[in-house]
């Protein structure tokens, strides 16, 4: 029987409003963390419902109908979330990366994706603008998100035996239109195209090979991703955690693999490409080989909360300065005292110790804050 986990919401309650400093500074791009780490990406979470439940991320059990998803007039407005935007890239951030929830559930996304693709990086850059989505609706959406601006999606997918999948998303939905979705993706131009597969053991690891034979030689990036102990509803065991190095032995056993040279520094996939010339797969390690040294990201929930970690037990209320006639300057100072604040490295802890850790209970949910 499958047990039955708490729906915990009060981490939504533990916020505090961002104070404005005293003395007003420009950004220049150059914000640095107290352990010496730069604001690169952003994550912008447009919408905390899914059409899927998968058991890892929103299981049926806490996400149901009682479930108290926010109303709409607490979600950031497309002019909020780019107002902010522009703010976070005048201090550097080149990648935004919209996700959720489901990302193309959000009503006209479109717009805000040609919003977001009209900002600049101060010396006049494009920037890398992107989504991860289930794909369940790409095929219909690909060529309209392209055309709004948006540069390439990642898409998960977690099988490609039908049965495993729909266990998986728990709401029955079909690998084929998957698949579909990607194919649409590629035709829209928006490569290159990332699969991400969660692996988790006793669930889906025997479709570790079939997906890499799936996609090898094609155009699109296969990536392994660790379980995670996100949120405080997925009832994560470490023993269910498949830690990278083994999923690349299994590969490699059948498919022999060689490591690559990250494509710059802070990569949170390790690349390893096939000896024959079949392309190359990913590994991302985040339990077993955490990354926070090198963690650029800062995310931004639906309701406009800013969090400087995945893990994070409260975030930064936005929304609050954004709705009370604070100017750009001011927000933009405020953004700058947090990040200069921030010693986040929960996985790098919980790595070093993990059975010490506090069992935490608050921790902000995957669908609330965007993978
Ligand atoms: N709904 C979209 C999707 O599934 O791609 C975007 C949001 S989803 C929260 C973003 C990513 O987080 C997905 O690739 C998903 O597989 C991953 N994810 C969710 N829960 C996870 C967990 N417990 N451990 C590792 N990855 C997880
Ligand atoms: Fe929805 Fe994505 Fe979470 Fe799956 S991983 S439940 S598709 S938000
Ligand atoms: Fe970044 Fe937090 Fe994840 Fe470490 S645990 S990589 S600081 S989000």
Redo the contacts with the bound molecule.
């Keep these: 029987m499958t047990e039955k986990f708490i729906p915990i919401t009060d981490y939504r309650n533990l916020n505090s409003v961002p104070v404005i400093p005293q003395v007003l500074e420009a950004p220049n791009g150059m914000l640095r963390d107290t352990l010496a780490r730069p604001l690169h990406d952003l994550r912008i979470s447009v919408t905390d419902h899914?059409?899927?439940?998968?058991v890892?991320?929103?299981p049926k059990e806490v996400?149901d109908k009682d479930y108290a998803f926010l109303p709409h007039s607490a979600l950031l407005t497309f002019e909020e979330i780019t107002r902010l935007a522009a703010i976070f890239v005048a201090h550097g951030v080149e990648k935004i990366r919209l996700?959720?929830?489901?990302p193309l559930l959000r009503k006209n996304i479109e717009r805000l994706i040609g919003m977001l693709s009209s900002l600049r990086t101060p010396d006049g850059r494009e920037l890398d603008l992107t989504l991860?989505?289930?794909g369940?609706l790409l095929a219909k959406k690909a060529r309209l998100l392209r055309d709004a601006g948006l540069k390439r999606v990642t898409v998960?997918l977690d099988a490609l035996d039908d049965a495993v999948f729909k266990r998986m998303?728990d709401v029955d939905f079909p690998v084929t239109d998957v698949l579909a979705g990607i194919d649409a993706a590629h035709q829209a131009g928006l490569g290159p195209i990332k699969i991400n597969m969660?692996v988790k053991r006793g669930m889906n690891e025997q479709e570790i090979l079939p997906m890499a034979r799936h996609f090898k030689g094609s155009p699109y990036i296969l990536r392994f991703i660790e379980y995670m102990d996100v949120g405080a509803s997925n009832g994560w065991k470490m023993d269910e955690v498949i830690p990278s190095a083994e999923v690349m032995r299994r590969i490699d056993a059948e498919l022999p693999l060689q490591q690559v040279a990250p494509n710059y520094q802070g990569e949170t996939a390790g690349r390893w490409r096939y000896q024959d010339g079949g392309g190359e797969i990913g590994l991302i390690s985040s339990v077993t080989q955490a990354f926070c040294h090198d963690c650029n990201r800062a995310r931004l929930s639906t309701e406009g909360k800013i969090y400087t970690c995945l893990f994070a037990g409260s975030g930064h209320d936005f929304r609050a300065l954004l709705r009370s006639n604070r100017s750009d300057h001011e927000i933009s100072n405020a953004v700058a005292q947090i990040w200069r604040g921030r010693a986040d490295r929960y996985s790098e802890l919980r790595s070093a110790n993990t059975s010490e850790l506090p069992s935490a209970t608050r921790k902000v949910e995957?669908?609330y804050i965007g993978?």
């Design positions: 899914c059409n899927f439940r998968c890892y991320c929103m996400f996700t959720g929830g489901e991860t989505t289930n369940s998960s998303n969660v995957m669908s993978g």
